[in-house]
């Protein structure tokens, strides 16, 4: 069955083996019951709306809740959802949610706050439903991490377990930490890089923000980037969370098997939201100097993550699963264009407006044009808006 940028070329509802990590006994007349933890956050709400399916095989969903609304029960002709209440930060809370419990499909993260902010969810909270999986008897738990886990230096087609473990911000420090429990418990923690679709308040929104404040092409848009789309990665997490064995302790990256340039990223954003095109070029360290980032590490971050080459080997995960990933970004985008233009226009509180690739860019971009296609010096940085640290630009989780 094809979907919305995930090809599901068979179904995986078999019976569950069990992980020494999380004992338990198979019972035949037990269905498969799946906790999912983040239901109702980006990629949850996708994850959620893919394992709602119908048919004998269908396993049973609960949702982990605590403040956000949770979806409608059995509309569409869609099983009805369960509900359980519980807060990661409060271990206490957890008693008895995964009670009858085949599967943990764990999505919830804090991202952004401070050290002990991130570290009561991320590595407490996941800490806190492990005990409770484990106590359950729970055979299979699928946590959703992130690559951002990675030392900030250039990965090209990196295998799991090749590139050094670095984090730099709260938020990925603290994730690992809880990759790291999972790992140990015997679990199964998915990477991605960068996911674009519906719901995504963070990657294009901040590519947007970028093209407005450094209208250049950094190295000529050439570095490579992992990315995937949301219904892709929901369609590999529910594929996970419904075979019966999976890969214990062991990290999967989660991304297109073909990498996308940064240029064909910016196109895609500059043709769905009619911006126009960057002009010029100039090297990292001259967009630095533009950005007013040279001496912040955490700037440096964010703008490494499309300048600099990011692309990770995703095989292992789709022959796992039986299933594709979906076009690549420059077809797949196009499903999310009308999203994104609605969202853009809201953000501002005004119409969108046409600009079109012809559009009226900065003298900056113009003297870069007529200097040979570079930009540098202080003249260039007086036209540009500084990113601080503070900015959704290129965020890091």
Known sequence: MRGMGY????AHPGPPVIHPQFPGERLSLIPERILVTGGTGFVGSHVTQRLRTTGPDAPVLRLLTHHRPTPGDGDGGAPA???????LTDPASLRGICDGVTTVVHLAARIGGTQEQCRAVNTEGTRALLAEAARAGVRRFVHLGTAAVYRDEPHRGAAEG???EEPSSPTSVTRLAGERLVLAAGGTVLRPHLVYGRGDTWVIPAVADLMGRLPHWVDGGRARISMISADALAGAVADLAGLPELPAGQVLHASHPEPVTCRELIT????ALDLPLPEG???LGEALELLGGADDPVVRRRLSLLTVDHWYDSGRLWKLVGAGPGPRLGEAFERYASWYRDQR????????????????VTPVAKAAAGAGGRVSGPAAAA???????ASKTFTSP
């Open 81 to 87: 959802v369960e509900t359980v209440t519980g807060d």
């Open 345 to 360: 226009a809201a953000s501002t509180g005004t119409a969108a407006v046409a600009t079109g690739a012809g559009a009226t």
């Open 383 to 389: 036209d540009t808006v500084p990113v601080t640290s």
């Open 7 to 10: 090809d599901r070329t068979r």
């Open 162 to 164: 090749v590139p050094a």
């Open 268 to 271: 895609a954003v500059a043709r």
């Open 281 to 283: 070029e100039v090297t």
